[in-house]
Nanobody
Framework: QVQLVESGGGLVQAGDSLRLSCAAS????????MGWFRQAPGKEREFVAA????????FYADSVKGRFTISRDNAENTVNLQMFSLKPEDTAVYYC????????????????????WGQGTQVTVSS
């Protein structure tokens, strides 16, 4: 099991960049695929990006592909989401997630294969 704590959210303007971080506790971090999901008011939680446990292969939602980059450091038990060219539609609460599945399975299955969630961090992009 891993426990997840996000940080780095905030209020930015359209076109700005922002970096989210997720710190994980637990000795099994490296065995989990890690991902980010987001939920805007009145909408369902949606997949953003994921990275596999050991190969670091990545998978992105079409809406963020080319703008967001996910990375992980298994020695530090952290996973980051670097967000560029932010848009108002990126406004949401962003959640860090862990899954024993692969990054692609995590993305395709949406949240069904997630076993651990962080508490979320708010990202607000003003126009």
């Amino acid at each position: 099991q891993v426990q997840l704590v996000e940080s780095g959210g905030g209020l930015v303007q359209a076109g700005d960049s922002l970096r989210l971080s997720c710190a994980a506790s637990g000795r099994t971090f490296s065995s989990y695929a890690m991902g980010w999901f987001r939920q805007a008011p009145g909408k369902e939680r949606e997949f953003v990006a994921a990275i596999s446990s050991r190969t670091s292969s990545t998978f992105y939602a079409d809406s963020v592909k080319g703008r967001f980059t996910i990375s992980r450091d298994n020695a530090e038990n952290t996973v980051n989401l670097q967000m560029f060219s932010l848009k108002p539609e990126d406004t949401a609460v962003y959640y860090c997630a862990a899954s024993p599945a692969s990054a692609q399975e995590m993305g395709v299955s949406k949240s069904k294969l997630v076993t651990n969630w962080g508490q979320g961090t708010q990202v607000t992009v003003s126009s």
